[in-house]
């Protein structure tokens, strides 16, 4: 699997650790849409991978719950 590097909360908002660990402990709201961007991010991070030349034909990425799950509208 391909690094989520420069994908990931803690990168998107350097300086900002403690703040975002207090948002997903206090808020249920936050933590799951901070979930949800983790699954997406490394879904996205599969199908690059996916998709670079070289890549075996044999080797299949396995399908994550983020590939499952339908994206809805935030209210």
Do not use: N
């Not at 990168?11 to 975002?20: D, I």
């Not at 249920?28 to 490394?42: D, M």
């Not at 996916?50 to 396995?62: D, E, L, N, Q, V």
């Amino acid at each position: 699997m391909m690094s989520e590097v420069g994908h990931d909360l803690h990168t998107l908002f350097p300086g900002e650790a403690s703040h975002l660990h207090a948002l997903k402990v206090e808020s249920g709201p936050f933590r799951g849409l901070a979930e949800r961007h983790h699954l997406l991010s490394r879904e996205i991070a599969r199908m690059k991978a996916a998709s670079m030349p070289g890549r075996t034909s044999g080797s299949k990425t396995s399908r994550s719950s983020a590939s499952t799950c339908s994206i809805r509208s935030l209210p």
